[in-house]
């Protein structure tokens, strides 16, 4: 039997549950008798396999048994020498792969558009980070990747930079040149991580962008459950040997990781391994030809545009991810918020994301010809509906990266106050705003807020766009720090963090 068809973590809580053992240890529900309620909606058998770290079925922190097997057949799978299990989500892996490669003051290449677990990463780690500014579309308002120059540059003014961090592909599906910049940082004896949360899938299909294994990136780090079929929060870490050591990994997910897995999570990856190991040809093929009629039928329709048509080859676009369908509804008059509105009240039609331009769908391994025919009918509802119209919402420019005078780490764990956002120029932020379009954020820890921020704030909260970050929900207040943490700096000199 090939091996790929295995289910080794599967088939024991299987066994387990159905060799009917009498439970007198967690969880407490005790296969579901105590959660009726619950039992009777989800099923016998999924709360059945919900059990804990038995000798049979092996134990997250120290694997040897069947945990260890699947780890196994999964970097098989994905072409890497070692993979590690995650159920705290691609958000672990993200910041286990920061901890791994930098210490604390240790300095760090990374897009300014990296996930916000990526910034938890730099707190929980201590790095410094040295910010490359992704590529625009300014028509979609939408960030893409990075250039090899910038990275090359990056490290050459640089050169005690500890990692390069590369998003592959972004959330919106465009994907950085990543086999050229591995090469890149490896010459310079620097190793390469990569957040693939949006890449799980990539390795299957010849038409998708190069996945980071595949490329030589060093670690990376895949949302399985996002689109290659496991369950929500469960991802997958992997590894090539050379310049990561793997029991460095362990040991740091050892610190973040829960020690009492969910192991129908566990399952579902192992089962979604087997999957896309033995078919994800064909699945993934199938998920690419049914995206591309979905774009072929968008394109007909007046006043929306696609975003990826012809971008390939420009700049921080070397390939493009055509299953993410993102389409610009500014000539229909309307916003992307205001699509997604219409199709979830009238169409039960749920978007994967909206802005101020865009409306976003996914096309994955679980979608049908029934599925993607009734999203174009129902889009082609709307824009039938609307008077075609040059009406354009535009944003001015996104602020420049602002200066970096306390490591992301210092500002979080500063004395701090409370300051109304209109007041903060000059102030050193202790948070983040993060800021839907572009997914670049605005401020982050340790950098000195701006009234350029201030105002390219407000006018997005004129817009009602989406603005995350702050403890406050309406972006009304941000805490800073206190003026008696930064005395340091008086004899400092703050310079930019950018490249």
């Known amino acids: 039997m090939d091996r790929q068809q295995k289910t080794p973590i599967f088939d024991a809580v299987k066994k387990y549950y159905q060799e009917g053992n009498i439970s007198f240890v967690v969880p407490g529900h005790k296969q579901g008798n105590g959660l009726p309620e619950f039992k009777e909606y989800v099923g016998a058998n999924v709360l059945g396999i919900d059990v804990t770290c038995f000798p049979d079925t092996d134990n997250i922190c120290n694997p040897k048994g069947v945990i260890a097997e699947a780890e196994r057949l999964a970097a098989e799978a994905y072409g890497a020498d070692h993979a590690f299990f995650l159920?705290?989500?691609?958000?672990?892996?993200?910041?286990a792969m920061i901890m791994t490669v930098c210490e604390p003051g240790d300095e760090i290449i990374i897009p300014r558009n990296a996930?916000?677990?990526?910034?938890?990463?730099?707190?929980?780690?201590?790095?410094?980070?040295?910010?490359?500014?992704?590529?625009?579309?300014?028509?979609?308002?939408i960030s893409m990747g990075v250039t090899p120059e910038k990275v090359e540059w990056a490290l050459l003014t640089h050169p005690n930079a500890k990692a390069v961090f590369l998003i592959n592909p972004n959330y919106y599906g465009t994907a950085s040149d990543l086999v050229k910049i591995v090469e890149?940082?490896?010459?310079?004896?620097?190793?390469?991580?990569?957040?693939?949360?949006?890449?799980?899938?990539?390795?299957?299909?010849?038409?998708?962008?190069?996945s980071a294994m595949e490329a030589g990136a060093d670690l990376a780090a895949s949302s399985t459950h996002k689109l290659a079929g496991s369950l929500t929060q469960s991802s997958m870490l992997f590894l090539k040997e050379g310049l990561v050591n793997p029991k460095k990994v362990k040991a740091v997910l050892n610190l973040t990781q829960t020690t009492s897995p969910s192991y129908i999570l566990?399952?579902?990856?192992?089962?979604?391994?087997?999957?896309?190991?033995?078919?994800?040809?064909?699945?993934?093929?199938?998920?690419?030809?049914?995206?591309?009629?979905?774009?072929?039928?968008?394109?007909?329709?007046?006043?929306i545009k696609l975003f990826g048509e012809d971008l390939v080859g420009q700049p921080g676009c070397y390939g493009f991810?055509?299953?993410k369908i993102t389409i610009n509804v500014r000539n229909l008059g309307m916003s992307?918020?205001?699509?997604?509105?219409?199709?979830?009240?009238?169409?039960?039609?749920?978007?994967?994301?909206?802005?101020?331009?865009?409306?976003?769908?996914l096309i994955t391994l679980g979608d049908s010809w029934e599925s993607v025919t009734y999203l174009v009918k129902c889009v082609k509802e709307i824009a039938g509906e609307r008077s075609y119209n040059n009406v354009i919402k535009i944003c001015p420019p996104v602020p420049g990266i602002p200066l970096l005078s306390l490591s992301p780490r210092e500002a979080f764990y500063s004395s701090t106050r409370v300051v109304n956002l209109q007041e903060a120029a000059g102030e050193i932020s202790a948070e983040a705003i993060m800021a839907y379009p572009p997914g670049i954020p605005l401020i982050c820890p340790g950098?000195?807020?701006?009234?350029?921020?201030?105002?390219?704030?407000?006018?997005?909260?004129?817009?009602?766009?989406?603005?995350?970050?702050?403890?406050?929900?309406?972006?009304?207040?941000?805490?800073?720090?206190?003026?008696?943490?930064?005395?340091?700096?008086?004899?400092?000199?703050?310079?930019?963090?950018?490249?």
């Open 321 to 323: 991810d055509p299953t």
């Open 87 to 95: 159920v705290n989500g691609t958000t672990s892996g993200i910041q």
């Open 336 to 361: 992307g918020y205001e699509m997604e509105k219409i199709l979830r009240s009238k169409y039960r039609i749920q978007v994967e994301l909206s802005d101020l331009y865009n409306a976003m769908f």
């Open 266 to 303: 566990l399952s579902s990856l192992d089962v979604a391994r087997k999957q896309i190991a033995t078919k994800g040809e064909e699945l993934i093929g199938r998920a690419v030809t049914l995206a591309n009629w979905v774009r072929e039928e968008f394109k007909k329709i007046p006043g």
């Open 447 to 499: 950098e000195v807020i701006t009234q350029e921020i201030i105002d390219y704030v407000n006018i997005l909260k004129q817009e009602n766009a989406d603005l995350q970050g702050t403890e406050d929900p309406n972006i009304d207040t941000i805490k800073v720090v206190k003026v008696a943490a930064t005395q340091h700096l008086m004899e400092q000199e703050i310079i930019p963090q950018s490249v």
């Open 184 to 210: 890149i940082a490896h010459a310079y004896g620097v190793p390469v991580v990569v957040d693939e949360a949006h890449g799980a899938h990539l390795k299957f299909n010849p038409e998708l962008p190069i």
């Open 115 to 141: 996930h916000k677990s990526a910034f938890g990463g730099l707190i929980m780690s201590g790095a410094r980070p040295v910010y490359i500014e992704p590529e625009m579309n300014r028509e979609f308002g």
